[in-house]
């Protein structure tokens, strides 16, 4: 059967599942600010590596461009008339163009470069001051997790004697105790004094309540749903 003692037992076994399931919360929780410095540390300093790399490229375009230059100039000195050298003075016009416009876009990356790790060793050390933080808070929700779990392994030798019993019980009626436990705050039997319903204070009709007091069947509150046991009317003592 079902006694109030097991109900004390599961309480408390539902209580302490319940603090099990926030650990993971509590632990995400305390990594989460570090976590997101960290990634916004880790985009700015791949951000500048890839600003620096363009600006390599952008760098090694402007020597290409200037050697170029030089070979067009080369040729002035052999063109023999004014058309070609128009050409090669054109040609020579449209790469000192590309030359400054490469050495620009060169100057610009190196400047966001720059900008994005600006704030680097803010950030950083930011970063040192929350990894102690979230160290030691880690280490208490580890600390307090353990002890939940030994707990809960109490708690399940104590409801060991209880588990012969309850296999014996209707399926039916098992599921109801379990859900009960659940939903009505750790409260699944209680009393009914008269025809009151101690959990909810809803009157029973007087079948119920003569039902519950033979202890014959098992009679559940027609406004809670908790499973009913009888405690004697003070009037009748």
């Known amino acids: 059967s079902i006694t109030l003692q097991l109900q004390e037992i599961d309480r408390e076994r539902i209580a302490l599942l319940k603090t099990k399931r926030e650990f993971p919360i509590r632990r995400q929780k305390a990594q989460c600010e ?21 600006a390599d490229a952008a760098n090694l375009e402007v020597k290409r461009i200037e050697d170029e230059i030089v070979r067009q100039k080369e040729k002035l000195n052999i063109i023999k008339n004014n058309k070609e050298y128009a050409i090669v003075k054109e040609a020579i016009a449209n790469a000192t163009k590309a030359q400054d416009e490469a050495e620009t876009t060169a100057i610009q990356l190196m400047e966001k470069s720059e900008a994005e790790l600006k704030e680097a060793p ?91 007091m033979i202890g014959k069947q098992t009679i559940t509150c027609q406004g809670c749903g908790r499973i009913l046991y009888a405690i004697p009317n003070p009037d009748q003592q």
């Not at 410095?37 to 500048?48: F, M, Q, V, Y």
């Not at 353990?146 to 409801?159: D, F, H, I, P």
């Not at 004094?193 to 519950?212: D, E």
């Open 34 to 54: 570090r976590d997101a410095i960290k990634a916004e540390l880790t985009r700015r300093e791949e951000a500048s590596k890839r600003m620096i790399a363009d």
């Open 122 to 212: 803010a950030l950083r050390e930011r970063l040192a001051g929350l990894e102690a933080a979230c160290d030691a808070a880690c280490a208490e929700v580890d600390r307090e997790e353990a002890e939940v779990l030994k707990q809960l392994e109490a708690v399940k030798a104590r409801r060991q004697p209880h588990e012969a019993k309850l296999k014996e019980l209707a399926p039916d009626l098992l599921a109801n105790y379990e859900k009960l436990l659940r939903t009505r705050d750790g409260i699944a039997i209680c009393a009914i004094q008269g025809t009151i319903c101690q959990g909810c204070n809803r009157t029973q009709s007087p079948n119920s309540a003569t039902l519950v």
